[in-house]
Nanobody, 125 residues
Framework: QVQLVESGGGLVQAGGSLRLSCAASGRTFSTYNTGWFRQAPGKEREFVAAISRSGRSTLYADSVKGRFTISRDNVKNTVTLQMNTLKPEDTAVYYC??????????????????WGQGTQVTVSS
């Protein structure tokens, strides 16, 4: 069992940066692929980024590639999403996720077993 708690959301102007963090409980964190999804008002939840157990492989949605960077620290049991050059369309609730036993990185919600409560990111124009 893994519990995920996000932090770091807030209000920022377009072009600014935010850093989201996800703290995970459990001693087996390093065996999980992890990532981030987001859901904007009135829209379906969508994939943002994922990172492998070791941290050596990453996957990004086209809409954030080059602006967002995902990383993890398996000693501190944390996953971080550095978001730069933010746009109003990045406004959403951001969720940290973890996949147990996954063979590879996935953009599919169904592949992730554990979800955090979410943190709000608002980008003003």
């Amino acid at each position: 069992q893994v519990q995920l708690v996000e932090s770091g959301g807030g209000l920022v102007q377009a072009g600014g940066s935010l850093r989201l963090s996800c703290a995970a409980s459990g001693r087996t964190f390093s065996t999980y692929n992890t990532g981030w999804f987001r859901q904007a008002p009135g829209k379906e939840r969508e994939f943002v980024a994922a990172i492998s157990r070791s941290g050596r492989s990453t996957l990004y949605a086209d809409s954030v590639k080059g602006r967002f960077t995902i990383s993890r620290d398996n000693v501190k049991n944390t996953v971080t999403l550095q978001m730069n050059t933010l746009k109003p369309e990045d406004t959403a609730v951001y969720y940290c996720v973890a996949a147990k036993g996954a063979l590879g990185l996935s953009r599919q919600e169904s592949e992730y077993d554990y979800w955090g409560q979410g943190t709000q990111v608002t980008v003003s124009s």
